[in-house]
């Protein structure tokens, strides 16, 4: 709430006049910055405590993934938990009566699945030490 409560008040900062233009793009183009500064490090860190990955290709897509992230999907996603947050706020988006079907006597069985389909017994996981 406090990013979209921020970049609304820099849009109307720029509409009033009361920040510069240029002064905007400076910290816009910081925050991108340091956004992928601070993710590029975090798996870095985690690349050499641990040593999850096994190839370059991994690391590859998790920084290419941490480029959407900070430029454009975490912004994406603040809209969305703030267009959620209203609508529980003012309840708009009840379920309403649900309606159950197939609960009653004249409903079909239920069929399970086999547990196992293939018939094979499975080997205990080990532990990760």
Same mark, same amino acid.
């Given at each position: 709430m406090i990013e979209l409560l921020g970049g609304t008040l820099v849009i109307a900062g720029l509409v009033t006049g009361a920040v510069q233009p240029s002064v905007v793009l400076l910290f816009l183009g910081l925050s991108i910055v340091v956004g992928f500064m601070l993710s590029w490090v975090a798996l870095l860190i985690e690349e050499r405590t641990y040593d999850r990955y096994p190839g370059w290709r991994d690391l590859g897509r998790l920084l290419r993934a941490s480029v959407y992230e900070n430029a454009g999907y975490r912004q994406l996603m603040t809209v969305v938990r703030a267009?959620?947050?209203?609508?529980?706020?003012?309840?708009?988006?009840?379920?309403?009566?649900?309606?159950?079907?197939?609960?009653?006597?004249?409903?079909?069985?239920? $069929?399970?699945?086999?547990?196992?389909? $293939?018939?094979?017994e499975r080997e205990p996981l080990e532990p990760v030490v």
């Open positions: 267009r959620a947050w209203v609508t529980a706020a003012t309840r708009r988006g009840a379920w309403g009566e649900m309606v159950r079907i197939g609960i009653g006597e004249e409903s079909a069985p239920i $069929r399970r699945a086999p547990r196992n389909p $293939r018939g094979l």
